[in-house]
């Protein structure tokens, strides 16, 4: 990984500010000690220290620990101490009154957070202590502006039949920005409590009653991470621009649905260390008398080459 992608986060504002605040808002000066779990170039292991951390340890097994390292020593930090690891290979790890990881993805879990910081909480957080972030809720929207999906359309327009590539790109999640104008009412379909849910398989079911004809495109997913209570980090296309964006997630064709009709939205993941990020998702088309129009099911597994 290039540095560069470590000076987006360190652009990206609204990141850096709303972890400054849940920071400030839980350490004691010269009292509470930190663990900064994938902690990249430092920044929030520095915020830690600047704010008055007696001592904090800073986890990481990417290359970008040598640069964490330099950065350390050239801003005098002398109660920031490197640990060249994954947390969850650390033997007898110094015990903190905070844990703060910032390792999060446009798919929120695709870091694995969840597998890290429930081993965080049972081996490294001292009885009493808190996690930053502690919640995270993802939300999905069915998209019905067809600006996205269009992008599709290409593989029509060759003069071959490249339906066995469309297909496989369709399989597919992209990173993209969303307007609210395009989106239906978004719902919740998962809830994580960091360091207390250690399953990584995660599920949800979601349906809208539609008030009035709409195409459906795809679903738009995104999340909310809840750093401490009242201070939240969030993905949505009304919130404040991150270098986070939205996830679109296609369908394999457009939904044409009527007025009191049911759209019903399907999602589940499996993220693990081991295992990588598996994604699929499922939709449903169920008109005004409750009878089943057309589903479709896509799986991110399938939108890989052989």
Request: aromatic residues 8%; contains cysteine; hydrophobic residues 45%.
């Amino acid at each position: 990984m290039r540095i560069e992608y470590h000076r987006t986060l360190i652009a990206d504002r609204p990141r850096n500010e709303a972890f400054q605040k849940a920071l400030a808002s839980v350490i004691r000066e010269g009292e509470t000690t930190v663990a900064d779990i994938g902690t990249g170039t430092g920044l929030l292991a520095l915020m830690a220290s600047k704010l008055g951390a007696r001592d904090v340890y800073l986890y990481e097994v990417a290359e970008v620990g040598a640069v964490a390292e330099a950065l350390i020593e050239a801003n005098s930090a002398q109660n920031c101490h490197l640990i060249p690891c994954h947390s969850t290979e650390m033997v007898e790890p110094p015990q903190v009154d905070v844990i703060v990881s910032e390792t999060l993805g446009n798919y929120a879990l695709e870091e694995h957070i969840i597998e890290t910081l429930a081993d965080a909480k049972a081996r490294f957080l001292k009885p009493g202590g808190v996690m930053i972030p502690q919640r995270i809720v993802q939300y999905v929207a069915p998209v019905i502006a067809p600006r996205i999906q269009n992008e599709f359309a290409v593989w029509d327009e060759t003069g071959f039949d490249m339906s066995i590539a469309r297909t496989m790109s369709l399989n597919n999640i992209y990173v993209r920005t969303l307007k609210p104008d395009e989106l239906l009412a978004a719902k919740i379909w998962d809830t994580v409590e960091l360091g207390s849910d250690a399953d990584g398989a995660r599920s949800g079911e979601v349906s809208w009653q539609l008030a009035a004809d709409a195409t459906v495109y795809g679903f738009v997913v995104w999340w909310d991470a809840e750093l401490v209570p009242g201070i939240t980090l969030s993905t949505a296309p009304d919130a404040a621009p991150t270098h986070w964006e939205q996830l679109y997630f296609p369908l394999l064709s457009p939904i044409a649905a009527k007025s009191g009709d049911t759209i019903h939205a399907i999602l589940q993941s499996h993220t693990s260390q081991e295992g990588g990020t598996h994604v699929a998702w499922a939709a449903a088309h169920v008109d005004a008398n409750g009878k089943e129009v057309a589903q479709q099911s896509l799986n991110l597994d399938n939108g890989y080459l052989p």
